[in-house]
Nanobody, 116 residues
Framework: QVQVVESGGGLVQPGGSLTLSCAVS????????MGWDRQAPGKERELVAR???????NYADSVKGRFTISRDNAKNTLYLQMNSLKFEDTAVYYC??????????WGQGTQVTVSS
């Protein structure tokens, strides 16, 4: 079973930055896709960013140009660099890792709160 552990959430002012980390068990190359979802209070869960094993990246329109997804193969860790944070970015952020033809494994989530 894949273990997925997020970290790096916290409280930040509007316009600030945060970097989320997602450590996975096993080699990162074994995953066809990894990414980040988020869920804000009273809203549906949405995809924020995803990264394929081939390096293709996709972002939600709401975060394009502000968020960057990346990975460190040696550390088996996925990152989400978040810049120019807005109030509406407040949510619980979940990391997932998915092997080919398998269901994704999710982490427990990390809270990001953007507030002045």
């Amino acid at each position: 079973q894949v273990q997925v552990v997020e970290s790096g959430g916290g409280l930040v002012q509007p316009g600030g930055s945060l970097t989320l980390s997602c450590a996975v068990s096993g080699t990162i190359f074994s995953f066809a896709e990894m990414g980040w979802d988020r869920q804000a209070p009273g809203k549906e869960r949405e995809l924020v960013a995803r990264l394929s094993s081939g390096g293709d990246r996709n972002y939600a329109d709401s975060v394009k140009g502000r968020f960057t997804i990346s990975r460190d193969n040696a550390k088996n860790t996925l990152y989400l660099q978040m810049n120019s944070l807005k109030f509406e970015d407040t949510a619980v952020y979940y990391c997932y890792a998915r092997r080919a033809l398998a269901a994704p494994s999710w982490g427990q989530g990390t809270q990001v709160t953007v507030s002045s």
